[in-house]
C-alpha cells in the first residue's frame, strides 16, 4: 500500500511539511530480519508548536536541523538546538517545544518491531537518549533520502528508505556527543564544507567552486580541512568523483568519454591520467 501523507498522530501545528505515514505498518513483517518503518518525515514546527503525550505507540527518532527548542522525556528536560536528536519509545512520557522567536525544523520517523529493538540496543541509543550529533551535515542527507524513498514507493522503495533510516541511527551513535556539548563553530563550517563535497561532488570542478557555495575562500576551506581531516579536500573530491566513475564503469555498455564527462573532468585523457593514478590502473580495465 503506497504512503500518505496523512495519519492521526501527526501534530497540525506545523507550518509547512514533508511527512508519510504507510498504512500497512501492521501486515508488514516485526521479526528480526525488518526494521517497520510506520511514518516520518520533516516538520517545520509553528512559534506555539507543543507535544504532551503520556505515551506513544511506536519507537521514534527526532533529529533537530534548525532552530531551538526544548524536550522533557520522562520528567528529565532537554534544551534542543540544530544538532541534536532524541529517541523515545511507548513507555516515555514526553513533551517537545519549539521556541517561539526560532522555531524548530525538526525530522521524526517512527519504527516499530523486533529489529527496531535490537538495532536500538546494539547501538546505545535506549529511550530518553538525548545527544549531539558530530556530522549533523550527513545525517540529514540521509533523513532526505528516507523521505524520498518512501514517498517515491516502488518495488525496492521502502526497503530504500529502512537501510538509510538505519545509516543514519548507526552514523548518530558512531557520531555521538554528550547533548551539553557546544560546537566549536570552525568545526561546524568544516562539517558544512564536507557535506557540501559529499553531496555535490559530481558536479564540482574545483574547490575554488565549493568553497564559493559555502562562502568562505579556497585558503580557509583547505585549512578547515587541515585541521579536522586526514585528507585534503581536493583528495577527498577526487576520491568521491573517481570512486563513483569505478561503480558506473562496471557497467558493460560503460564510455570512459561519457563517464568523464559526466563527472566533470574536462577530456578522457584527464580523467584517464587521473584514474590510474588513483587506481593503479586504467579505467578500461588494464
Known amino acids: 500500500m503506497p504512503a500518505t501523507d496523512q495519519a492521526d498522530y501527526f501534530s497540525k501545528q506545523v507550518v509547512r511539511t514533508r511527512r508519510f505515514f504507510l498504512p500497512d505498518w501492521e501486515k508488514r513483517p516485526h521479526d528480526e530480519m525488518h526494521l517497520c518503518l510506520v511514518g516520518g518525515g520533516c516538520e517545520w514546527c509553528a512559534p506555539d508548536f507543543v507535544v504532551d503525550r503520556r505515551s506513544f505507540p511506536f519507537m521514534a527518532f527526532e533529529f533537530v536541523s534548525k532552530g531551538r527548542g526544548s524536550v522533557t522525556l520522562a520528567d528529565q528536560a532537554h534544551e534542543l538546538e540544530a544538532g541534536h536528536a532524541f529517541i523515545f519509545d511507548s513507555t516515555t512520557p514526553q513533551v517537545i517545544r519549539s521556541a517561539a522567536d526560532d522555531p524548530m525544523v525538526k525530522y521524526f520517523f517512527n519504527f516499530t518491531g523486533q529489529r527496531a529493538l535490537r538495532l ?12 549531539r550529533v558530530a556530522d549533523a551535515s550527513r545525517v540529514v542527507s540521509l533523513l532526505e533520502e528516507v523521505i524520498d524513498h518512501a514517498l517515491r514507493g516502488g518495488r525496492f522503495g521502502l526497503r530504500a528508505a529502512s537501510a538509510a533510516l538505519e545509516h543514519a541511527l548507526v552514523l548518530c551513535a558512531d557520531s555521538r556527543q554528550s547533548a551539553t556539548t557546544k560546537i566549536d563553530p570552525a568545526y561546524a563550517t568544516y562539517l558544512r564544507c564536507r557535506g557540501h563535497l559529499l553531496r555535490n561532488y559530481p558536479v564540482l570542478s574545483s574547490i575554488e567552486q565549493a568553497a564559493k557555495a559555502c562562502h568562505v575562500s579556497a585558503a580557509y576551506f583547505t585549512r578547515l580541512f587541515q585541521r579536522y ?19 558506473k564503469l562496471r557497467q558493460p555498455d560503460a564510455l570512459v568519454k561519457a563517464v568523464a564527462a559526466e563527472l566533470g573532468y574536462k577530456s578522457a585523457a584527464h580523467f584517464s591520467r587521473a584514474f590510474k593514478s588513483w587506481s593503479g590502473r586504467s579505467p578500461r580495465g588494464g
Not at 234 to 242: F, G, N
Open 120 to 131: 536500538m540496543s546494539d547501538l546505545d541509543l535506549p529511550p530518553g537518549s538525548v545527544l
Open 229 to 247: 581531516d586526514t585528507e585534503t579536500p581536493l583528495a577527498c573530491l577526487t576520491r568521491l568523483k573517481l570512486s563513483q566513475a569505478a561503480i
